[in-house]
């Protein structure tokens, strides 16, 4: 089987890649079904971005944004609800979402109550601050730790469905992104699925561009994401959130190829 791919929908004025674009709630469903269409898994539908010094929305702007897209989609394709807020995960939940994925890692009892999935992300500090100054002693083992702690919670609370996310980016430099991805194995052989984000993140613009040449912009990111989405998904990422799918969806078909080749030939 190749790994699922989670399409990204940002209903926002102001996510770092796709903000603006499907404020409008008809461009946003025509966005989430060409996703569907294009073989997403999963339409993760956000109304408040996180990128870094992002500022917080309130509770009934992202309701407005979010409910009616989760609503015109729920029939068509998984949806899942980006959400830090009790009150929208609840009522996306209502609304036929069948994930809560939780940057803050703290709204598992909305999906035990729900009885939908729940996916734990690591994030350093708060999106408006966390670029600032992320520091670990060891990054690896302290995300792993804290990962494994929340669906610990969350698997004794009665949600059946647990996933887990490093949070690229969240509070991370360019070289702990890096060391979560090649440490991917480790957190997969805790036991549960693991969910991975790289989808034109800035450390891919640094770490990608050539020797000396300014970091890559937003649009010239796409080499990186769907390389660093293929690593992960080789390194055990059982999903990958993307804003590309048609390409991901590619990709993914190959590492499920690769993981059957040999069976029986
Ligand atoms: N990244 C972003 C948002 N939500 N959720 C999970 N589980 N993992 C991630 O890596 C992740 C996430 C940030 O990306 P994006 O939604 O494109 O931008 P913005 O936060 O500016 O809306």
Redesign the pocket.
């Known amino acids: 089987m190749r790994p699922g791919v989670?399409g990204?929908l940002?209903v926002?004025p102001?996510?770092?890649?796709?903000?603006g674009r499907y404020l409008d709630p008809e461009a946003a469903l025509a966005h989430g079904l060409a996703m569907a269409r294009a073989g997403a898994d999963v339409v993760?539908v956000?109304g408040?971005?996180?990128?870094p010094g992002?500022e917080p929305v309130d509770e009934a702007e992202e309701l407005r944004r979010v409910v009616p897209v989760v609503e015109a989609l729920a029939g068509h394709v998984r949806v899942s609800v980006?959400t830090t807020k009790r009150a929208v995960a609840e009522a996306a939940v209502a609304a036929g979402a069948t994930l809560v994925?939780?940057?803050s890692a703290s709204l598992w009892p909305v999906a035990a109550e729900a009885g939908v999935g729940w996916?734990a992300?690591h994030m350093q500090g708060s999106?408006r601050t966390m670029q600032e100054a992320p520091a670990y002693g060891d990054v690896v083992a302290e995300v792993g730790a804290f990962l494994a702690d929340r669906a610990r919670a969350a698997t004794e609370g009665g949600v059946a469905e647990v996933?887990v996310?490093?949070?690229?980016?969240?509070g991370k430099t360019a070289a702990h992104n890096l060391a979560l991805l090649r440490h991917l194995p480790a957190l997969a052989a805790q036991g549960h699925p693991v969910?991975?984000?790289?989808?034109?993140?800035s450390f891919l613009g640094r770490v990608g561009a050539p020797a000396g040449a300014d970091p890559l912009g937003v649009e010239d990111r796409r080499a990186g994401s769907l390389a660093t989405a293929t690593w992960a998904m080789l390194a055990g990422a059982s999903m990958v959130?993307v804003?590309d799918v048609a390409s991901t969806v590619e990709a993914a078909t190959l590492v499920g190829g690769t993981r059957l080749a040999g069976v029986g030939a």
């Open positions: 989670m990204v940002n926002t102001d996510s770092f890649s796709d903000g993760d956000g408040e971005s996180s990128r992002a980006d994925n939780d940057i996916v992300m999106p996933w996310d490093p949070g690229i980016g969240f969910l991975v984000g790289t989808s034109r993140k959130r804003h």
